[in-house]
T-cell receptor
Framework: DAGVIQSPRHEVTEMGQEVTLRCKPISGHNSLFWYRQTMMRGLELLIYFNNNVPIDDSGMPEDRFSAKMPNASFSTLKIQPSEPRDSAVYFC?????????????FGEGSRLTVL | AQSVAQPEDQVNVAEGNPLTVKCTYSVSGNPYLFWYVQYPNRGLQFLLKYITGDNLVKGSYGFEAEFNKSQTSFHLKKPSALVSDSALYFCAVREDTGRRALTFGSGTRLQVQP
Protein backbone atom coordinates (compact mmCIF):
# COMPACT_ATOMS: atom_id res chain seq x y z
CA ASP A 1 0.00 0.00 0.00
CA ALA A 2 1.36 3.43 -0.89
CA GLY A 3 2.04 5.77 1.96
CA VAL A 4 1.14 9.43 2.22
CA ILE A 5 2.15 11.14 -1.00
CA GLN A 6 3.19 14.79 -1.07
CA SER A 7 4.09 17.03 -3.97
CA PRO A 8 6.20 18.83 -4.83
CA ARG A 9 9.15 17.50 -2.81
CA HIS A 10 11.03 20.74 -3.31
CA GLU A 11 9.80 24.19 -4.24
CA VAL A 12 11.83 27.34 -4.66
CA THR A 13 9.87 30.51 -5.27
CA GLU A 14 10.15 34.24 -4.94
CA MET A 15 8.48 36.35 -2.32
CA GLY A 16 4.96 37.27 -3.26
CA GLN A 17 4.29 34.20 -5.37
CA GLU A 18 1.52 31.72 -4.67
CA VAL A 19 2.55 28.28 -3.44
CA THR A 20 0.34 25.19 -3.47
CA LEU A 21 1.36 22.02 -1.68
CA ARG A 22 -0.53 18.79 -2.29
CA CYS A 23 -1.20 15.68 -0.28
CA LYS A 24 -2.77 12.30 -0.94
CA PRO A 25 -3.48 10.46 2.33
CA ILE A 26 -3.43 6.72 2.82
CA SER A 27 -6.59 5.13 1.49
CA GLY A 28 -9.08 4.47 4.27
CA HIS A 29 -7.66 7.04 6.65
CA ASN A 30 -10.20 9.59 7.80
CA SER A 31 -7.97 12.21 9.44
CA LEU A 32 -5.42 14.42 7.70
CA PHE A 33 -2.90 16.76 9.26
CA TRP A 34 -0.60 19.50 7.99
CA TYR A 35 2.53 20.17 10.05
CA ARG A 36 5.38 22.60 9.47
CA GLN A 37 8.97 21.92 10.58
CA THR A 38 11.64 24.58 11.09
CA MET A 39 14.85 24.63 13.05
CA MET A 40 13.62 27.46 15.23
CA ARG A 41 10.09 26.30 16.00
CA GLY A 42 10.30 22.53 15.55
CA LEU A 43 7.19 20.66 14.40
CA GLU A 44 4.03 22.75 14.49
CA LEU A 45 0.48 21.67 13.69
CA LEU A 46 -1.09 23.98 11.12
CA ILE A 47 -4.50 22.36 10.61
CA TYR A 48 -6.20 19.02 10.70
CA PHE A 49 -9.27 17.54 9.07
CA ASN A 50 -11.55 14.75 10.17
CA ASN A 51 -13.77 13.23 7.49
CA ASN A 52 -12.79 16.13 5.20
CA VAL A 53 -13.98 18.74 7.71
CA PRO A 54 -11.47 21.16 9.29
CA ILE A 55 -11.42 20.51 13.04
CA ASP A 56 -8.58 22.68 14.32
CA ASP A 57 -6.99 25.45 12.27
CA SER A 58 -5.63 27.43 15.19
CA GLY A 59 -2.09 26.78 14.02
CA MET A 60 -2.54 28.44 10.65
CA PRO A 61 -0.20 31.43 10.87
CA GLU A 62 -2.35 34.04 9.18
CA ASP A 63 -4.75 34.70 6.36
CA ARG A 64 -2.06 34.07 3.81
CA PHE A 65 -2.40 30.36 4.59
CA SER A 66 -5.39 28.28 3.55
CA ALA A 67 -6.07 24.55 3.40
CA LYS A 68 -8.74 22.52 1.71
CA MET A 69 -9.80 18.91 1.59
CA PRO A 70 -12.34 18.55 -1.21
CA ASN A 71 -12.51 14.77 -0.85
CA ALA A 72 -11.08 11.91 1.19
CA SER A 73 -8.10 11.40 -1.09
CA PHE A 74 -6.74 14.90 -1.61
CA SER A 75 -5.77 18.01 0.32
CA THR A 76 -3.98 21.24 -0.51
CA LEU A 77 -2.15 23.83 1.54
CA LYS A 78 -1.88 27.20 -0.16
CA ILE A 79 0.25 30.20 0.73
CA GLN A 80 -0.58 33.46 -0.98
CA PRO A 81 1.44 35.63 -1.03
CA SER A 82 4.50 33.74 0.15
CA GLU A 83 7.19 35.33 2.34
CA PRO A 84 10.76 34.28 3.19
CA ARG A 85 9.71 33.38 6.74
CA ASP A 86 7.44 30.68 5.26
CA SER A 87 10.54 28.70 4.27
CA ALA A 88 10.20 25.32 6.00
CA VAL A 89 9.46 21.67 5.43
CA TYR A 90 5.73 21.05 5.28
CA PHE A 91 4.52 17.60 6.24
CA CYS A 92 1.20 15.98 5.57
CA UNK A 93 0.14 13.06 7.75
CA UNK A 94 -2.92 10.85 7.89
CA UNK A 95 -4.43 8.46 10.39
CA UNK A 96 -7.45 6.34 11.04
CA UNK A 97 -9.08 8.19 13.87
CA UNK A 98 -10.18 5.57 16.33
CA UNK A 99 -10.84 7.11 19.73
CA UNK A 100 -7.74 9.28 19.38
CA UNK A 101 -5.41 6.30 19.55
CA UNK A 102 -4.34 6.01 15.95
CA UNK A 103 -0.77 6.84 15.05
CA UNK A 104 0.04 9.30 12.30
CA UNK A 105 1.64 8.26 9.03
CA PHE A 106 3.77 11.02 7.53
CA GLY A 107 4.64 11.86 3.98
CA GLU A 108 8.19 12.67 2.93
CA GLY A 109 7.54 16.41 3.16
CA SER A 110 7.64 19.39 0.83
CA ARG A 111 10.68 21.61 1.33
CA LEU A 112 9.73 25.20 0.56
CA THR A 113 12.27 27.96 0.03
CA VAL A 114 10.97 31.49 -0.46
CA LEU A 115 13.62 33.91 -1.72
CA ALA B 1 -3.69 22.01 27.43
CA GLN B 2 -1.15 19.42 26.35
CA SER B 3 2.61 19.74 26.03
CA VAL B 4 5.71 17.60 25.88
CA ALA B 5 9.31 18.33 26.76
CA GLN B 6 12.47 16.69 25.53
CA PRO B 7 15.19 18.12 27.76
CA GLU B 8 18.16 16.97 25.69
CA ASP B 9 18.96 18.41 22.29
CA GLN B 10 21.45 15.63 21.66
CA VAL B 11 22.35 12.27 23.17
CA ASN B 12 25.65 10.59 22.41
CA VAL B 13 26.18 6.89 23.04
CA ALA B 14 28.69 4.28 21.95
CA GLU B 15 27.54 1.40 19.78
CA GLY B 16 26.51 -1.57 21.89
CA ASN B 17 25.71 0.54 24.95
CA PRO B 18 22.17 1.11 26.21
CA LEU B 19 20.48 4.35 25.24
CA THR B 20 17.79 6.49 26.82
CA VAL B 21 16.03 9.47 25.26
CA LYS B 22 14.00 11.42 27.78
CA CYS B 23 10.46 12.77 27.48
CA THR B 24 8.08 14.34 29.96
CA TYR B 25 4.53 15.41 29.27
CA SER B 26 1.68 17.50 30.59
CA VAL B 27 -2.02 16.88 29.91
CA SER B 28 -5.30 17.62 31.62
CA GLY B 29 -6.68 14.11 31.33
CA ASN B 30 -5.04 10.80 30.53
CA PRO B 31 -2.22 10.78 27.98
CA TYR B 32 -1.76 8.93 24.76
CA LEU B 33 1.99 8.92 24.14
CA PHE B 34 3.98 8.28 20.98
CA TRP B 35 7.58 8.10 19.78
CA TYR B 36 8.63 8.86 16.22
CA VAL B 37 11.99 8.76 14.45
CA GLN B 38 13.12 11.00 11.59
CA TYR B 39 16.04 10.23 9.30
CA PRO B 40 17.61 13.01 7.20
CA ASN B 41 15.33 14.39 4.50
CA ARG B 42 12.58 11.95 5.42
CA GLY B 43 9.20 12.11 7.10
CA LEU B 44 8.59 10.96 10.65
CA GLN B 45 8.18 7.23 11.22
CA PHE B 46 6.12 5.75 14.04
CA LEU B 47 8.08 3.72 16.60
CA LEU B 48 5.68 2.91 19.41
CA LYS B 49 2.77 4.18 21.47
CA TYR B 50 1.25 3.93 24.92
CA ILE B 51 -2.51 4.01 25.15
CA THR B 52 -3.35 1.94 28.21
CA GLY B 53 -2.27 -1.23 29.99
CA ASP B 54 1.29 -2.39 30.57
CA ASN B 55 3.60 0.52 31.34
CA LEU B 56 6.41 -0.98 29.27
CA VAL B 57 5.72 -0.69 25.58
CA LYS B 58 7.76 -2.44 22.92
CA GLY B 59 8.07 -1.06 19.42
CA SER B 60 9.98 -1.22 16.17
CA TYR B 61 13.73 -1.84 15.78
CA GLY B 62 14.17 -3.07 19.35
CA PHE B 63 13.03 0.16 20.98
CA GLU B 64 10.87 0.26 24.07
CA ALA B 65 9.47 2.98 26.30
CA GLU B 66 8.27 3.08 29.87
CA PHE B 67 5.25 5.07 30.92
CA ASN B 68 5.60 6.53 34.42
CA LYS B 69 2.45 8.31 35.52
CA SER B 70 3.83 9.68 38.79
CA GLN B 71 6.79 11.26 37.01
CA THR B 72 4.78 12.13 33.89
CA SER B 73 7.51 10.60 31.78
CA PHE B 74 7.75 8.35 28.75
CA HIS B 75 11.45 7.70 28.14
CA LEU B 76 12.59 5.83 25.05
CA LYS B 77 15.12 3.05 25.59
CA LYS B 78 17.11 0.44 23.75
CA PRO B 79 19.38 -2.14 25.39
CA SER B 80 22.10 -2.02 22.72
CA ALA B 81 22.50 0.93 20.37
CA LEU B 82 23.40 0.60 16.69
CA VAL B 83 25.11 3.20 14.51
CA SER B 84 22.04 3.03 12.28
CA ASP B 85 19.91 4.27 15.20
CA SER B 86 21.46 7.72 14.73
CA ALA B 87 18.54 10.00 13.89
CA LEU B 88 16.17 12.62 15.30
CA TYR B 89 13.64 11.31 17.80
CA PHE B 90 10.35 12.98 18.67
CA CYS B 91 8.05 12.34 21.59
CA ALA B 92 4.39 13.30 21.13
CA VAL B 93 1.28 13.44 23.31
CA ARG B 94 -2.44 13.92 23.01
CA GLU B 95 -5.15 13.87 25.65
CA ASP B 96 -7.63 11.03 25.72
CA THR B 97 -10.55 13.45 25.45
CA GLY B 98 -11.22 16.41 23.21
CA ARG B 99 -10.27 16.92 19.64
CA ARG B 100 -6.64 18.02 19.88
CA ALA B 101 -4.13 16.62 17.45
CA LEU B 102 -0.73 15.30 18.50
CA THR B 103 1.65 17.79 20.09
CA PHE B 104 5.30 17.04 19.38
CA GLY B 105 8.39 17.74 21.44
CA SER B 106 11.35 19.65 20.07
CA GLY B 107 13.22 16.49 19.18
CA THR B 108 16.42 14.84 20.42
CA ARG B 109 19.26 14.02 18.09
CA LEU B 110 20.74 10.61 18.87
CA GLN B 111 24.31 10.07 17.77
CA VAL B 112 25.68 6.54 18.09
CA GLN B 113 29.43 6.32 17.71
CA PRO B 114 31.06 3.18 16.30
Amino acid sequence: DAGVIQSPRHEVTEMGQEVTLRCKPISGHNSLFWYRQTMMRGLELLIYFNNNVPIDDSGMPEDRFSAKMPNASFSTLKIQPSEPRDSAVYFCASSFRRANTGELFFGEGSRLTVL
Amino acid sequence: AQSVAQPEDQVNVAEGNPLTVKCTYSVSGNPYLFWYVQYPNRGLQFLLKYITGDNLVKGSYGFEAEFNKSQTSFHLKKPSALVSDSALYFCAVREDTGRRALTFGSGTRLQVQP
